[in-house]
Nanobody, 122 residues
Framework: QVRLVESGGGLVQAGGSLRLSCAASGLTFDNYAMGWFRQAPGKERESVATITWTDNSADYAEFVKGRFTISRDNFKKMVFLQMNDLKPEDTAVYYC???????????????WGQGTQVTVSS
């Protein structure tokens, strides 16, 4: 059974930092590209960052470039999202996603986590 379990969310003031973690089990992790997505109330889920399964190449949404960093640890089967300089508009539920050998997208991901809430106060 494949599971993706996110953790690390919480309440933080604007300008602060959080580090999200996603622990994967039940899949050959190093064959999967991974990603972080988010969904704010009343909005569509959107891609935040993805990382490949081969060379750890990262791709970021424009609105997080320079502030967020995605990374992965294949030995621990985990993916991380370091979020710095957080803004109130970053408030959302953050989801981890996995896709076999291709970058995850909203419509094409094999597995999703249950999400972790990030709330940024002004």
């Amino acid at each position: 059974q494949v599971r993706l379990v996110e953790s690390g969310g919480g309440l933080v003031q604007a300008g602060g930092s959080l580090r999200l973690s996603c622990a994967a089990s039940g899949l050959t992790f190093d064959n999967y590209a991974m990603g972080w997505f988010r969904q704010a109330p009343g909005k569509e889920r959107e891609s935040v960052a993805t990382i490949t399964w081969t060379d750890n190449s990262a791709d970021y949404a424009e609105f997080v470039k320079g502030r967020f960093t995605i990374s992965r640890d294949n030995f621990k089967k985990m993916v991380f999202l370091q979020m710095n300089d957080l803004k109130p508009e970053d408030t959302a539920v953050y989801y981890c996603a996995a896709r076999f050998r291709l970058r995850p997208t909203q419509l094409q991901s094999n597995w999703w986590g249950q999400g972790t809430q990030v709330t940024v106060s002004s």
